[in-house]
């Protein structure tokens, strides 16, 4: 037998026909990981915001922008991205191929994390010395207002060696630990929603 709605003598339908309730409470914000090593990256991105609005803002709103907004808007969008990813690498989260990790055996597993994890290290540390390099070298000042370009590449190396340094304990973490427990590990940090 078919479930239709039935229309009362009111015209409207019963209350069997009502869709069902939507909960619309968000669940609390988990910021039980949150460190200080976080803050640069956050204030960075709300740095951000507030250029563009204000780009915007001057631009479409009063008709006149100023000059500096764009150029600052995009040092800070490279600061963002820095210094986010000195938090990513410090709670292990980057994104990673997790397919592989599912067909290999557990000790297999554990020497492909370990090997990415060194390839991390040697890349970070490579780009932290060229960053300190390239900031050395570099007496330009932006060209809308007068601070150094190398501030902004001495900020960039700062990331990549803090980087540098996660990546070295997260590498010494994945030694000691056994196989089932590094791929345990991987399980719970990885971004999926494959059912049981």
């Known amino acids: 037998m078919e479930n239709h709605a039935v229309e009362n003598s009111s015209g409207k339908g019963s209350a069997e026909s009502a869709p069902p309730n939507i909960d619309f409470i968000d669940k609390e914000a988990d910021v039980s990981d949150f460190s200080v090593f976080d803050l640069p990256g956050l204030f960075a991105l709300w740095c951000l915001a507030f250029i563009v609005f204000l780009q915007f803002f001057t631009r479409y709103v009063l008709n006149d922008s100023i000059a ?50 060194v390839i991390c290290l040697v890349y970070y540390g490579y780009l932290a010395i060229l960053a300190v390099e390239l900031a050395q070298k570099t007496r330009t000042k932006m060209a809308s207002v007068e601070i150094p370009k190398s501030l902004l590449y001495w900020s960039v190396a700062g990331a990549l060696a803090l980087m540098t340094l996660f990546t070295t304990v997260w590498l010494l973490r994945k ?22």
């Open 68 to 117: 500096w907004t764009e150029e600052i808007a995009r040092y800070t969008l490279i600061l963002v991205a820095f210094l986010g990813a000195i938090s990513v690498t410090k709670k292990g989260t980057h994104i990673f191929l997790e397919f592989f990790y599912r067909y290999l055996s557990p000790a297999a597993g554990k020497w492909l994390s370990i090997a990415m994890e």
């Open 175 to 196: 030694f000691k630990q056994s196989p089932a427990d590094l791929l345990r590990d991987l399980e719970e940090r990885s971004l999926h929603d494959v059912p049981d």
